[in-house]
């Protein structure tokens, strides 16, 4: 891969992009490293995924805008559908992804963190749907998740307005679930900089994540994502099918027999080797 590292540590994969130089912009050849490293992850033994962006500087700072200024109506639509398609698979993937946002995630950048099930951020975090200051809407999925996750009405603002948010007013209306600070000593002095704060905690929480009933964890997601999408009657049926599906799982009976064991060792992470 050119613009894409991938790493696993356990059962835990880390995702980065890293076109540094170009703060990490997203043209054809990123979301076709994105894609076909997506469809490399060994599902069997990763539990959990965080997507970061190389560098101090930005996560993701946009779509290309060199590669978008010259295309025609039909390349545009072509250009849109291919970063929906990556980024619906993101939000679709059966286990739970993770952005780790540093920096700057504009435009697509803000799209890709929201393809991700929880967004955690550092302190000179950027976000932003800028595109209408370009003469376009979002093409990535913004006009649907930001609505989706913040409200209707602070989506139609942000977009409207092209207008960018910084990490503190992320958090405050919910669009990400943790703002990390840099570390610093009695005297002020820096010990651990906000990103690596925020990709320790990343991993703290991919790992605390990996620790549980992978499938039932799989399960939750697949049940949050498509009962969505549903009116609430229909959202239950969902939610009790892969509620009764669990049962059938050797980590349902693994993890009740656990609890019932009155003889047990006090082993925090039981499925943790399942």
């Known amino acids: ?21 170009a703060l990490n912009a ?11 490293t997506i469809n490399a992850i060994d599902l069997d033994t990763i539990r959990c995924l965080i997507i970061t962006g190389a ?18 109506k039909e390349e545009g639509e072509a250009f849109g559908r291919k970063g929906n398609d990556v980024f619906r698979k993101i939000e679709t993937l059966p286990i739970p992804v993770i952005a780790a946002v540093n920096g700057f995630a504009l435009g697509g950048g803000c799209e890709l963190a929201m393809s991700c099930d929880i967004r955690i951020c550092s ?4 976000f932003g749907q800028p595109e209408v200051g370009l003469g376009i809407t979002p093409g990535f999925g913004g006009t649907q998740r930001l609505a989706r996750i913040v ?15 910084k990490a503190a007013e992320a958090y405050r209306i919910g669009l990400v679930n943790q703002v990390c600070a840099a570390e ?5 002095n820096v010990v651990k900089t906000a ?12 790992s605390t994540i990996a620790k ?48 019932l064991d009155k003889n047990k060792e006090k082993v925090k992470a039981p499925f943790l080797n399942r």
């Open 1 to 21: 891969m050119e613009f894409v590292l991938y790493e696993e540590q356990g059962s835990v994969a880390v995702l980065t992009i890293n076109r540094e130089r």
């Open 26 to 36: 997203l043209n054809s050849t990123v979301l076709e490293e994105l894609d076909q």
């Open 55 to 72: 560098g101090a500087k930005s996560f993701v700072a946009g779509a290309d805008i060199g590669e978008m200024s010259s295309l025609t």
């Open 123 to 126: 302190e000179n975090a950027v």
């Open 151 to 165: 409200g209707v009405g602070m989506a139609k603002q942000m977009i409207y307005t092209a207008r960018n948010i």
């Open 184 to 188: 610093t000593d009695a005297e002020g």
């Open 195 to 206: 990103q690596e704060v925020l990709m320790e905690t990343a991993r703290k929480l991919a």
């Open 212 to 259: 549980n009933a992978p499938i039932a964890v799989r399960n939750c997601k697949k049940a949050i994502n498509e009962g969505l999408e549903a009116p609430m009657d229909q959202a239950i049926v969902i939610e009790e099918k892969l509620f009764g599906d669990c049962f059938e799982t050797e980590d349902q009976k693994y993890g009740m027999a656990f609890f």
